[in-house]
């Protein structure tokens, strides 16, 4: 087991993944830029260093510096939590060109599924069922118009290095094929540095279900169930939980034994989640994160289990705590990302606040960062804490929801709290009747805006 691990990353998950050193007798070093000397990440670790300015690109995304903080503290391994460094191949390759272990997959596998098109050539070899579209990338507005009328409109272009939402457009008709086409690959262009896009076809009302698997990178892996991710902004989720309300057990089983399968057969290592959109009793492959989730709390809530812990004991060679007989579901949970934005537009809202306090009591979770009189900095995204609740079965978990965001107080700045109590008041929220187009027309109705 290590010694010493350092945290690539800040806020909430920095926090998450030094309490699971903390249990597991390792010391902890947390990295920060300049804006973020006062963080709670930086209090808690064991160690902190300063790893550059306020800017992401010069602090939390300059591996060079990453890289010295692990040799200056004596790291033996780097936990990446989400976003930033976590799907980033050449990281990963240079951690371990250093001797240095990267918690999490291979930079190999981080490099298929991080390229849109080779993971879904990927997962149709490995018998994940995909969504019909483009074999490989669309070059051209003939091109795209051959492949559109081939799979039958609507279709949706992606970009091919995107996520986030960004170089993603829609189109119903040929008409409006060729500015989507065009629009799509500028976006592309400017967000990711490449402008290659690909064409599927558009689901008109599907769910986002997302699997969770695991793997101990010697042909060992396991799924932990779904996750509902549906409740979305702009392609952001902001409400997910588990199980979905719309999977059977039988459906669960099925999906998630063949994405087990898909993920040992490839020797993966780690947490992963194979995302799809699902319609009709069917599931379409859309990407692969081969990183930790922002919802993996609900997903340990329901099985009992520590996902950072096992990332931890695989790096090292210890393979897993459990096997899937052991994996047993129990009860329903739910999470909500409170961002600190402004409704009913959703801009940043930086700043101080004021006073801070956890709702607690049996089945609560709070994952949060923040603290009473600690300065919010405008330079990173918004999301300041996660609430999850774990019910006995899913009117509990709502019940709990709806006590845990009274009992919340975040006084000083606004947040997207206010939508949380809006939404447990809407039926089709209480039954589980929504899909990924649901919020964006909510929120037209009832704020005007999206």
Known sequence: MFDKILIANRGEIALRVIRACREMGIASVAVHSTADSDAMHVRMADESICIGPASSTDS??????????????????????????????????????????????????????????????????????????????????????????????PIIIKA???GGGRGMKVAKNAAELE????????????????????????????????????GDGKGNAVHLGERDCSLQRRHQKVFEEAPGPCITHELRAHIGNICAEAVAKINYIGAGTVEFLYEDGEFFFIEMNTRL????????????????????????????????????????????????????????CPG???????PGGLGVRMDSAIYGGYTIPPYYDSLIGKLIVHGR????????????????????????????????????????????????????????TH
């Open 60 to 153: 939390y995304l300059n591996k060079a510096a990453i890289i010295s903080a692990c040799e200056i503290t004596g790291a033996q391994a780097v936990h990446p939590g989400y976003g930033f460094l976590s799907e980033n191949e050449a990281f990963a390759q240079a951690l371990q060109d250093h001797g240095i272990t990267f918690i999490g997959p291979s930079a190999e596998h981080i490099r298929v599924m991080g390229d849109k098109i080779m993971a879904k050539e990927t997962a149709k070899e490995l018998g994940i069922p995909v969504v019909p579209g483009s074999e490989g990338g669309v070059a051209s507005y003939e091109d795209a118009i051959g492949v559109a009328e081939g799979i039958g409109f």
């Open 160 to 162: 091919t290095a995107g």
């Open 179 to 214: 500015v989507a086409f065009r629009t799509a690959r500028s976006e592309a262009k400017n967000a990711f540095g490449n402008d290659e896009v690909y064409i599927e076809k558009y689901l008109q009302k599907p769910r986002h279900i997302e699997i969770q698997v695991f």
């Open 293 to 348: 989730q922002v919802e993996h709390p609900v997903t340990e809530a329901i099985f009992g289990v520590d996902l950072v812990r096992e990332q931890i004991r695989v790096a090292a060679g210890l393979g897993m705590s459990f096997t899937q007989d052991d994996l047993v579901l129990n009860g329903h949970a739910i999470e909500v990302r409170i961002n600190a934005e402004k409704l009913p537009n959703f801009s940043p």
């Open 352 to 358: 101080t606040v004021r006073t801070f306090h956890a």
């Open 393 to 448: 079965d899913r009117p509990e978990a709502l019940s709990r929801l709806r006590r845990a965001l009274g009992e919340l107080i975040i006084d000083g700045i606004d947040t997207t709290v206010p939508l949380f109590d809006a939404l447990l008041a809407e039926p089709d929220v209480q039954n589980g009747e929504y899909n990924i187009h649901w919020l964006e027309k909510w929120l037209d109705a009832q704020l005007g």
